[in-house]
């Protein structure tokens, strides 16, 4: 059974920084994509970066020069570095993984991913 568990949300100023975690257990695929997605109150969920396994790497516009994400497969863990946070950025942050996902990087951020993390809360206060 593929688990994932989120960690490290929590409350900042405008351009802090916040690194948030995925511990992801359960999948023996050696292809996969991974991902961090947020939902504002009110609002839908949207994504915000993705990796596959060869380690291409997607980002919202939103995002672009200020998240970076990356993992750890001796950990099996999911990270997102968050820099220079805005009020904007508030909200829930999951992350998902889609194991045996082979798709060109391009569509990382749109393909539909088969398990998700509860979510973790991050806060930015101007």
């Known amino acids: 059974q593929v688990q994932l568990v989120e960690s490290g949300g929590g409350s900042v100023q405008t351009g802090g920084s916040l690194r948030l975690s995925c511990a992801v257990s359960?999948?023996?695929?050696?292809?996969?994509?991974m991902g961090w997605f947020r939902q504002a109150p009110g609002k839908e969920r949207e994504p915000v970066a993705a990796?596959?396994?060869?380690?291409?790497?997607r980002y919202s516009d939103s995002v672009k020069g200020r998240f970076t994400i990356s993992q750890d497969n001796a950990k099996n863990t999911l990270y997102l570095q968050m820099n220079s946070l805005k009020p904007e950025d508030t909200g829930m942050y999951y992350c998902?993984?889609?194991?045996?996902?082979?798709?060109?990087?391009?569509?990382?951020?749109?393909?539909?991913?088969?398990?998700w993390g509860q979510g973790t809360q991050v806060t930015v206060s101007s």
């Open positions: 998902a993984i889609d194991p045996g996902c082979w798709v060109v990087p391009a569509v990382l951020l749109r393909i539909g991913y088969k398990h």
């Open positions: 359960g999948y023996t695929d050696s292809n996969y994509c």
């Open positions: 990796i596959d396994s060869g380690l291409n790497t």
